[in-house]
């Protein structure tokens, strides 16, 4: 993930733990320079094994960078990608700057956009507002819009929080009927207490139990009408985590540390929640890409777990085992909320009476009855694989139950 305006944002959303790390950048523009472009985009082709080369740009928030600046980084990209290779280009964006003209050049370069919105108009504009405090969901909805209109790709990033935690239907059917977005990622708003180690600010944090019931909420909404139509990032990573695979998500893993992030000055780190001086990581993209993770994120997950998750042998597999990682776990109590009420809910289907025989469209092979004839095929999977998607191993496996 590259920051090409470091974590400068026309945006002040009470939530956001990224805007006070301009702090670390005291004498900087907070601009990428071409040079620092280059070098990251040799770097990812370098880094990648695979013919698409997965390049993100992010923030902060992207877009302030300009169309101009996205125009040059294309051609360099152009230029340099060996024959037979090319970058898949995706983009986190709040929205707020997206015009026609920027459509149309998402549109152009197959630019897969992750839309930043929290819900209906009273969710949204409660703490996703415009430095001046005013709400921005009417401006993100003209986003949504204008890249249905150029049929560009999209889906929707929603932060879950005390204003919609108890709201996970109405907000998944808005995201789907009102947004038309096929394609859903639900973070839960975790603050930790600076005062307080080990505990999260309540108020600003969702509350564990409510994070629970907003994901089996989404889960049943899902179930029972868009199963193959709609694609769920918190069900998709359950499922590949109940099944055994390492998810795409660092929230389900063990250890994190091989989602990279780049800031505006070539500096790299291994986690947006990692950005100070004192983690920078020494070394170039590609030796901490194909080293899998970095012995600050090791360090910092998987052995400090609380007590309470690391006994947990029911629903473990499920979910990620440690509660002190920033930015996810909801914090005490959360076992009894998302680990024992939305796996059970997600092994359902492998209970519910045999169906007919039918071709699946969705990937979730779980929900098929036993024989069903349909074989694992990439080709139908949703479209909006840059960002995640489980492996075909864990496909076959739930095509199998």
């Not at 920051?3 to 990224?18: D, I, L, R, S, V």
């Not at 013919?51 to 600046?69: H, K, M, N, V």
């Not at 690391?310 to 085992?321: E, G, I, K, M, S």
Request: charged fraction near 25%.
């Amino acid at each position: 993930m590259a920051k090409p305006a470091g974590p400068t944002c026309n945006m002040e959303c009470t939530y956001c733990f990224y805007l006070d790390k301009q702090a670390l950048f005291p004498r900087s523009s907070l601009r990428m320079t071409p040079e620092v472009v280059r070098a990251v985009l040799q770097d990812a082709i370098d880094a990648s094994p695979d013919t698409a080369i997965q390049f993100c740009w992010q923030g902060g928030e992207p877009t302030l960078r300009g169309l101009d600046f996205y125009r040059e980084a294309f051609a360099v990209a152009r230029r340099i990608v060996p024959p037979g290779r090319h970058f898949a280009w995706s983009m986190q964006t709040n929205g707020v700057l997206i015009d026609e003209r920027w459509a149309e050049f998402l549109a152009r370069h197959d630019v897969l956009v992750g839309l930043s919105i929290d819900g209906p108009r009273d969710v949204h504009d409660r703490w996703r507002v415009d430095r001046g405090g005013r709400g921005t969901w009417a401006k993100v909805m003209r986003a949504a819009r204008l890249l249905h209109e150029h049929g560009v790709r999209f889906n929707t990033f929603t932060t879950v929080h005390p204003a919609n935690q108890h709201r996970g239907a109405e907000v998944y059917r808005f995201l789907r009927d009102e947004v038309g977005s096929d394609f859903h990622q639900y973070i839960p708003i975790v603050v930790p207490d600076p005062a307080r180690p080990g505990h999260v600010v309540r108020g600003l944090s969702v509350d564990p139990g409510a994070w629970g019931e907003f994901q089996v909420d989404v889960f049943s909404q899902w179930l029972h009408r868009d199963v193959g139509q709609v694609f769920v990032m918190n069900v998709e990573w359950a499922l590949a985590a109940w099944c055994g695979d390492e998810p795409a998500s660092c929230m389900f893993r063990e250890h994190c540390g091989d989602a990279v992030v780049v800031e505006h000055d070539g500096s790299v780190y291994s986690c947006d929640h990692f950005v100070d001086p004192a983690r920078r990581e020494p070394t170039r993209w590609r030796a901490l890409r194909t080293g899998r993770r970095s012995t600050t994120c090791a360090a910092a997950t998987g052995t400090s777990s609380p007590r309470s998750m690391r006994r947990c042998a029911t629903w473990r597999r499920a979910c990620c085992p440690d509660a002190t990682r920033p930015g996810w776990c909801p914090g005490p109590g959360s076992t009894g909320s998302w680990c024992r009420r939305a796996p059970e809910r997600v092994d359902v289907p492998r209970r519910r009476p045999a169906r007919p025989p039918h071709v699946c469209t969705s990937g979730f092979h779980i929900l098929c009855a036993p024989g069903c004839r349909s074989p694992a095929d990439d080709a139908q999977w949703p479209r909006n694989e840059a960002f995640a998607r489980p492996s075909r191993g864990v496909v076959h496996r739930l095509h199998r139950l």
